[in-house]
């Protein structure tokens, strides 16, 4: 479409170009044969009046010959001389005569030919006069006689003729007068002709300057618009923002006011674009746009970095700003989206980062602000501002989820399984099953990498079952070869909202033909807490089952005795974090042993992890703890060493061992 624009313009500016050089020939063309014209009739009019002018002038001179003639025969006496003057009279006579009849065949204006005819009138009336006094000089007549008949008759006839002539040579000298002037107009026609045209071939030309570099200033405008908007919210784009990043990069150098950067990313809304389809979602970023808009101030730069990525540049911002800055964008997007008396909750995480003092770089600016919101969306804090400690969290993680949901469905997961000791028979009795995923480019992922993820990603249903299934039919197997353990499957915090999870146990627990007994269910202490009613009814329903329930990570989180005491609770784990440190740490070493007193207390088995010592595993032993796991018995192992560990490990031949001894 751009490449059409583009030839319209070369079209039109081709089409003015042609225009004025057009006009250009057409007055060149027109002022030329206009001079031309005018120069050939000053030409003629020159040529042919000088012509004529000769003739008048030749007639002027041969009359007046003729007369002086008339005058000087007769007081000649010398008939020699006589003869000669009579010779020079006819002459005259003759030159006058040719000069005249030259002129008649000349063109002539009407006047010309008037003045002509009243000329060849008077000179038949004035030739027998003139005759007759030359006659009369010729025979010697008395010269009184011929004087009087020359000043009487012959000279006025004659003057009468020159009269004429000169009445001709003035009408030829205006003539020639009107000519020039005739001439001199249509030169002045020419130069305001030329001038005319030129000037409107200078205002064409500039008109279509005019309109070409206004068009393509327009273009550019659009162009530059294009390249730095945002075409859905009308916001600033990357590249905008990068460049007002720049620039108040710079303008730090002379005035040193501290700016921040606010990244959100919201929460919903691929699942709302999902359900409710694109228009619907184009209309929700849309509004998120204003909505941010409105909460900055007007200086501030809100730009869109594609998806549902914004950015704000947020000017004079300091590090004891941010939370009022961060909560008040979040207020923003948390009041909900209306669509056809729908609600819609889309909720936003929030990564802020601070120049100069965290970073001094654009580009890197907007990185620490990605990473501080991929922080705020795993905490579920809503925000948080950047720290180099943060900087290890990778964006690429993000992209991990939409591999986790293959991964579910292609076997790329597998189960771990560590043993569980007891203290008084040494005797493995039961595992724990353990999460892997072995990413094809990433290798064996552990499981707090993911599990989060598919948390956030809808997925831990799945994935639960997958664990469950796969665990109970390993168990079953385990059974059928005589080893009589029990199972523990670690539940995540989102499982106690699955409402739907101890029937489908039960159906898992029927298809792998194990015994709800030997299946234990470890949830954390924080998750039972935090969903306390949820979380209630669905672990008496699976109490009621038979399954054992075990609180996991006990002592991490807050706990309150009296809830703990209505739970159908089972087992306490004591957290590895307390019993790899509890030699070390007296601390640690009370709430080892006040988690076993508590237990027992509460009628409750307990089981220690973190076992990575013999001396942990003493102590342990000795504090009346029922049952370990750790590295110093043994790692989690892959499901096909699971037997063969199982059948040479020590632990196994103590247990025998000690079983003997009692
Ligand atoms: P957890 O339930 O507390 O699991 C115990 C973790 O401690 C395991 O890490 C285990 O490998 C590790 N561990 C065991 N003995 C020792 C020891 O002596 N020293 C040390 N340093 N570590 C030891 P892992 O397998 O990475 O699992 C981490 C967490 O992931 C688990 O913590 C559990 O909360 C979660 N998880 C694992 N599998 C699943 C699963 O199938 N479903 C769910 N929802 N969560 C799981
Ligand atoms: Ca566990
Ligand atoms: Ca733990």
Known sequence: MRHAQHLGIG?????????????????????????????????????????????????????????????????????????????????????????????????????????????????????????????????????????????????????????????????????????????????????????????????????????????????????????????????????????????????????????????????????????????????????????????????????????????????????????????????????????????????????????????????ELIRCADIAMYVAKHSGQGYALYSPDQAHTSRSDLSLKSELREAILSNQLSLYYQPQIDHRTQYVVGLEALVRWNHPQRGFLAPDTFIPMAEEAGLIRSLTRWVLKTALDQLATLHRHGHDLHMAVNLSARSLHDVTLPASILTLLAESGIVPEKLTLEITETAVMANSSDALAILSELDRMGVKLSIDDFGTGYSSLAYLKRLPVDELKIDKSFVMDMEDNENDAVIVRSTIELAHNLGLKVTAEGVETLSAWDTLGKLGCDCSQGYFMCRPIAADRLETWLLESDWHTVAEGAQLAL
């Open 11 to 363: 079209i039109r500016i081709g089409i003015g170009f042609v225009v004025v050089l057009a006009l250009m020939v057409t007055l060149g063309a027109v002022g030329l044969r206009y001079v031309a014209e005018a120069n050939q009739h000053l030409k003629d009019i020159a040529q042919n009046n000088n012509v004529k002018t000769e003739l008048a002038t030749l007639m002027q001179s041969a009359l007046r010959e003729r007369a002086l003639c008339m005058h000087v025969l007769p007081i000649l006496t010398d008939p020699f001389d006589k003869d000669a003057e009579i010779q020079r009279f006819n002459s005259q006579g003759a030159v006058y005569i040719k000069a005249r009849d030259q002129l008649e065949r000349m063109p002539l204006s009407l006047d010309e030919r008037k003045t002509l005819d009243q000329i060849r009138a008077l000179t038949r009336k004035a030739q027998p006069e003139v005759q007759a006094v030359v006659d009369m000089a010729i025979f010697n007549d008395k010269q009184a006689a011929i004087f009087d008949r020359i000043r009487n008759v012959a000279m006025p006839r004659q003057r009468a003729i020159a009269n004429q002539v000169g009445n001709l040579l003035e009408l030829q000298r205006r003539q020639t007068a009107a000519a020039v002037r005739n001439a001199e107009i249509s030169y002045e026609h020419v130069r305001n002709l030329m001038l005319g045209l030129g000037a409107t071939a200078l205002l064409v030309g500039m008109t279509i300057a005019f309109v070409v570099s206004r068009r393509v200033a327009l273009q550019a405008r659009q162009l530059a618009t294009q390249a730095m908007y945002d075409p859905l919210t009308g916001l600033a784009n990357r590249a905008l923002l990068h460049e007002r990043l720049e620039f108040e990069i710079g303008r730090f150098r002379h005035t040193p006011t501290p700016f921040g950067i606010a990244l959100m990313d919201l929460d919903r809304f691929k699942e709302v674009n999902d359900t409710l389809g694109h228009n619907v979602g184009d209309e929700l970023l849309q509004e998120v746009g204003r909505r941010l808009k409105e909460t900055v101030r007007a200086d501030d730069t809100v730009a869109r970095l594609g998806g549902d990525e914004y950015v704000v540049l947020i000017h004079d911002l300091e590090p004891e700003g941010v939370p009022a800055v961060a909560n008040k964008l979040l207020a923003a997007l948390e009041k909900p989206f209306h669509w056809q008396n729908q609600s819609i909750d889309l909720g936003a995480s929030l990564g802020i980062s601070l120049y100069p003092s965290q970073s001094i770089d654009a580009s």
